[in-house]
């Protein structure tokens, strides 16, 4: 037991290393202090330098957001406000709704690095894959902002989602940022070269609402889609039913579509400048 408050260490086994100024726990390892609780097979740590290294199977909680990182080799620089997590890490974030539902976000890449400044953030970087109840996304490098609840996606970025009556969307584009309030999804950005793709009906497996433009900018609300905006040599192509059968297909160009929902369905689209 070691205690330098407000850090407290517990180890089955210790050895400090005058010379180096190294210390080497091992067996049960734990460190917790206000903010988080660190678990690991072993650890070693440079006093002057103030670096932690954690290996086996290691376990970060933040007592704060209910955040935990799991992975099997950790790396802490403490006087930069720096770390740095590898061997298959996972990011594992719980919180309660209402009625007592649970909703968990995941995050899993190569490599996850924490940044602890003027604007807390976890990167992750290669083979990214983010899911969160009813949304799936995937990545070369992510960036989650802890305090600002969004998600910047970069490198050949693709989101997925369900609305409220289970439709399948997807969205792509050169770089995607999602904006989330209370934990649910608010606004999703989509910039250069943005798609978004809707299923158009259940019963017609193969036919894909489309958008395209420059920009494409998602409103939710109660995990609803609300709104659609696309921007810049905008395009809409969609199908339409009458009494559950088909009745062709609208294609829309303009500079500027909105296109507007109620309760999931489309109710109104709006084309602004070089209408065809």
Known sequence: ?????????????????????????????????????????????????????????????????????????????????????????????????????????????????????????????????????????????SVYFTRLDSIELHRSPFVWYTTGHAEENQVSGDSISMKLRNRKLETVYVRGRAVAIARADSLFPKRFDQMTGREIILHFTADRIRQIDVNVTATSLYYLFDQGKGNGANRITGDRIVMTFREGNLQKINTSSGVE
């Not at 609780?37 to 290294?53: A, G, K, M, P």
């Not at 802490?76 to 909703?103: A, I, L």
């Not at 290669?126 to 070369?140: F, M, P, Q, T």
């Open 1 to 141: 037991l070691l205690e330098d408050p407000p850090t407290t260490l517990h180890a089955r086994y210790g050895r400090y290393y005058a010379a180096e100024k190294k210390a080497f726990f091992t067996t049960g390892v734990s460190v917790q202090d206000t903010a988080s609780l660190l678990t690991c097979d072993t650890l070693t740590y440079y006093r002057e330098e103030q670096i932690s290294i954690a290996d086996g199977k290691v376990s970060i909680e933040d007592l704060k957001n209910r955040t935990t990182i799991y992975g099997r080799h950790f790396e802490n620089y403490r006087r930069r406000g720096y770390s740095r997590m590898t061997g298959e890490p996972e990011v594992v974030q719980v919180d309660t709704g209402s009625g007592g539902r649970k909703d968990t976000l995941t995050i899993v890449a190569r490599i996850l690095e924490s940044y602890q400044d003027t604007l807390d953030r976890l990167v992750a970087t290669d083979s990214v894959r983010i899911v969160r109840d009813s949304l799936a996304a995937e990545a070369g490098r």
